[in-house]
């Protein structure tokens, strides 16, 4: 595998997926409260089992982050009213994915700083910032960053598909996004 495979899919039907995961994971899935939460937990396993083979261990990082123990694939997952997005690399990865109807403005001053503000008058400019801060706060791997002091958005480019951010003044790094059924997919990987 030389690059991330993104996978974005519908989530199916809590009935399909109790028939698609495992006893462990039906089990932890039940327990949950929400059936939007319980649905969204078994089909980002369903697709990563589909994609890698049944027998895929699925573990978690001390941040909550999932993994893949014993492998050489790193994935990332995230999800939004009704999709599921995973990315499936060789290098270390993260995704987001938010609908692009959602109304951002009155978090904004939460996580876009002036300079982010100022980046374009595009009307997804709110939710491409969003995501992107999201993908690079997993990616980072660390919690208790500063969406607004720790990770910022230094450019995006809605033609090339591109945006630029860094975690705590690093390197520049390059992220990715597309637009898909009015959700908006940013990765890195």
Request: aromatic share 6%.
């Amino acid at each position: 595998m030389n690059d991330a495979r993104i996978f974005v899919e519908h989530t199916l039907s809590e009935e399909e997926l109790l028939q698609l995961v495992d006893e462990d994971e039906r089990r932890t899935a039940l327990s949950f409260g929400s059936a939007r939460r319980r649905r969204e937990f078994m089909m980002w396993r369903h697709i990563v089992r589909r994609e890698l083979g049944r027998d895929t261990l699925i573990a978690y990082s001390e941040t909550g982050a999932p993994f893949l123990p014993g492998r050489a694939e790193h994935i990332g997952v995230s999800h939004s009213a009704d999709m599921v997005a995973v990315i499936i690399s060789e290098r270390h990865c993260a995704i987001d994915i938010e609908d692009i109807g959602r109304d951002f403005s009155r978090a904004a001053s939460r996580f876009m700083t002036p300079d982010e503000c100022a980046l374009g008058s595009d009307p997804r400019l709110q939710a491409a910032v969003w995501c992107a801060k999201e993908t690079l706060y997993k990616y980072s791997g660390k919690k208790g960053l500063s969406l607004t002091e720790d990770i910022t958005v230094t450019g995006v480019d809605f033609d090339n598909s591109t945006i630029s951010g860094r975690i705590e003044g690093s390197r520049p790094i390059e992220l990715r996004m597309r637009l898909l059924e009015n959700n908006l997919i940013v990765y890195i990987g």
